[in-house]
């Protein structure tokens, strides 16, 4: 490696590090590891004592003391804290109600009774109790040791201090759940990813004042280590907890049998939206203490208990607006603002709706009580509208005819294949003349595959927009840096970083470039084909004016689709002047085309029908490969027809009225110095 891409190496690390740095102090939230951070900071110090000439005053081996130390002192759990197996059917209780009666050696129509206890998702604490006075405070940490973190549970206002009542053990491990309400979340929302995480990281605070600053809540549901507790079933005892001043699950219910738990797990799914706190599945547990004891534990869960979990990825939730967004093509995406539901550990507030046929489709309205189901990474989706919770005054969404962001008239395109009536309706203003169009055209300008301008994430563009810095993809490189490094949140180190990044992509390819202008149906894989077609900028900017737009069809894989939005776009006056100003800031660099002097300079190929043993894709970088091209349609400018089985007749024909080259796949295989 030379000097230089070392110290770019180097640099980028340390900006990354920069960038944790600031997330995990300043926003208390982090966005990677505790491994990953220690990893990254181990590969800087190992590459400045690799080489001397390497130096940064915000190294991670000049910047000490600056993460604090998470470590609290470990503590033994008198009685182990179990977890619990998971059921997800009605088949799932009945073996584990089955397994009961087996194992206690009862008749199958034994009956079982059930403490049904909503399971919130939070984090769970241990409270130590001396003589009705609260003593120590344990997290889970592996069941066996947990964390004393007494001194943050002692600012939970749910946590009684002292209790003097005289049904109360003498000693006693109180055992519970910590969680933050939903509308206490909403305030911390940008700090954490979910009301989960931010119990956890609020419980964990070093300083204890911080943790006060939480309006964190407790609720208690079982027991550990005890002495003098007199009661015989868990039901009392919750009884009991909330005798002694203890905040216990409101939804707890005593139940009998597989068949009512699971009415009874319908009943909470439903209220489950209306909540105020995340529960992710109920908690059964035999009732009768004596029958716990006698079934014991398996591993580290208890025989006699049992968590019902709700489907991971799938929710109610009620639709409290719809909102229109506008990509960069104009389409009208319209949005359901949701009243946020944990799902599968994310909250989410927003769900798709597609487009307008969707929400015709399924009538959603504002006001719906909806099911949402969110999988894998993919936006969240409303699933199903339940009309039975619909509002009596709900009307029908009318979707506007008007583009949101600039007025124009929204329109809906002919598709030119089909024929039919597009299910997106567009702005159908031209291009930078709307305000949203426009930023996230911009968007897509600095965007990874596009220019990837390092640090110039979609939040800047925004923000660059609306203090009128940028307007055109051009403003991007004439930026105002004394004007940015005033800003709030800008200082020098982050404008240079910034400056840096854009300079370094002032020398783009013709690929990427054409990417990059966000002409509607051309993606990446196009922009390569149109770029290795004109190789050059100039070329390319003169489709304009030579109009030869059809020349355009000779690509193969290009259609009239494309051709047609790439004549539009040319048509707009504003493109043209947004090309003449990049290029006078911008080294656009022509394609180059490999291997000039192959086998098949100079000469045009087009495939129809099925080659045997090979593929189209295979045959088109064979051609390529041997500085070929490869074209769509039959025409003077082609030179060979290779023809498979079942070609098409009509292709076939124009190419003998035109006296050109047919051969077969033998045939065009010895061109190549090849035989099948
Ligand atoms: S009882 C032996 N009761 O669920 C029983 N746990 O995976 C174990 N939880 O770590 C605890 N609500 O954080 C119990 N009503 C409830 C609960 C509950 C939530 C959590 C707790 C535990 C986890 C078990």
């Known amino acids: ?84 197996a998971n059921a997800f059917s009605e088949e799932d209780l009945l073996n584990f109600e089955k397994k ?58 749910d946590i009684p201090k002292n209790i003097s009542l005289n049904d109360f053990p003498e000693d006693i491990d109180i055992r519970g759940e910590v969680f933050i309400q939903n509308t206490d979340f909403a305030n911390l929302k940008d700090k954490f990813a979910n009301p989960r995480n931010a119990a956890s990281g609020s419980l964990r605070q070093k300083n204890s004042e911080d943790t006060k600053k939480i309006p964190l809540k407790f609720i208690a549901y079982t027991f550990g280590f005890e002495k003098g507790l007199s009661v015989d079933n868990q039901f009392d005892y919750l009884k009991r907890l909330s005798k002694w001043g203890f905040k216990t699950n409101p939804f707890n219910k005593l139940i009998i049998g597989v068949k009512n738990l699971i ?124 009309n039975n919770k619909r509002p009596k005054k709900s009307s029908k969404f009318a979707f506007p005819d008007k583009c949101p962001s600039c007025g124009s008239k929204t329109i809906k395109d002919i598709n030119l294949t089909t024929k039919k009536e597009d299910a997106v309706r567009r702005c159908s203003s031209e291009d930078y003349f709307c305000k949203k169009i426009s930023i996230e055209k911009l968007k897509h300008f600095v965007s990874k595959e596009a220019f990837n301008i390092d640090g110039f994430g979609k939040k800047i ?25 005033k800003l709030e949140g800008w200082g020098k180190l982050s404008v240079e970083n910034l400056k840096y990044s854009i300079n370094e ?36 900017k003169n489709l304009s004016k030579n109009n030869n737009y059809k020349d355009l069809l000779n690509i193969d894989g290009i259609g009239d689709t494309q051709v047609n939005s790439i004549k539009n776009f040319f048509s707009n006056k504003m493109n043209i002047n947004i090309l003449n100003e990049l290029d006078k800031v911008l080294i656009i660099k022509s394609a180059v085309v490999e291997n000039k002097n192959g086998l098949l300079k100079n000469k045009t190929f087009l495939v129809t029908g099925k080659l045997i043993g090979i593929s189209r894709a295979e045959i088109k970088s064979l051609i390529e490969e041997n500085s070929g091209t490869t074209v769509s349609s039959v025409s003077k400018k082609l030179n060979y027809l290779i023809i498979g089985e079942k070609p098409t007749k009509k292709k076939v024909e124009s190419a003998k009225e035109l006296k050109l080259r047919i051969l077969d796949q033998n045939q065009f295989l010895k061109m190549l110095n090849k035989t099948s």
């Open 1 to 84: 490696m030379k000097k230089k891409e070392i110290q770019n190496k180097y640099k980028k690390k340390i900006k990354l590090i920069h960038k944790l740095n600031k997330f995990y102090f300043d926003k208390s939230k982090p966005i990677v590891s505790d491994k990953e951070y220690d990893e990254l900071k181990k590969e800087i110090i190992l590459l400045e004592n690799q080489f001397d000439f390497l130096k940064s005053k915000i190294s991670p081996s000049k910047v000490v003391g600056h993460k604090p130390s998470k470590n609290f002192k470990k503590s033994l759990h008198r009685v182990q804290m179990l977890s619990l």
């Open 100 to 157: 009961i009666t087996n194992f206690l050696s009862k008749k199958t129509d034994f009956k079982i009774s059930y403490s049904a206890e909503p399971k919130i998702d939070g984090i769970s604490a241990s409270l130590t109790y001396k003589n009705g006075t609260f003593v120590k405070g344990l997290s889970r940490g592996d069941g066996k040791v947990g964390e004393d973190i007494t001194e943050n549970l002692a600012t939970i206002q």
């Open 263 to 386: 009415q009874n797990y319908h009943e909470i799914v439903k209220k489950r939206t209306d909540l105020d706190f995340d529960i992710d599945g109920i908690v059964y547990k035999v009732n009768d203490f004596t029958l716990q004891k006698r079934l014991g534990n398996v591993a580290n869960a208890p025989r006699w208990a049992i968590a019902h979990k709700f489907s991971s990825n799938k929710a109610m939730s009620v639709i409290e607006d719809i909102e229109i967004q506008i990509g960069r093509t104009g389409a009208l995406t319209p949005v359901a603002k949701i009243k946020p539901i944990n799902i599968g550990g994310v909250v989410v507030s927003n769900a798709t709706l597609h487009n307008e046929d969707e929400i015709n489709r399924k009538d959603i309205r504002i006001g719906d009580t909806v099911t949402v189901e969110r999988a894998g990474d993919v936006i969240p989706h409303i699933l199903s509208v339940d």
């Open 461 to 485: 563009v925004e923000n660059f927009w609306k203090l009128k810095l940028i307007k055109f993809p051009q403003d991007i490189f004439k930026l105002d840096y004394n004007k940015i490094e």
């Open 505 to 540: 992509k002032k020398q783009i390819s013709l690929e990427r470039f054409i990417y990059a202008l966000g002409i509607r149906h051309i993606g990446l894989e196009n922009a390569k084909l149109i770029s290795k077609h004109f190789l050059s900028f100039l070329k390319f």
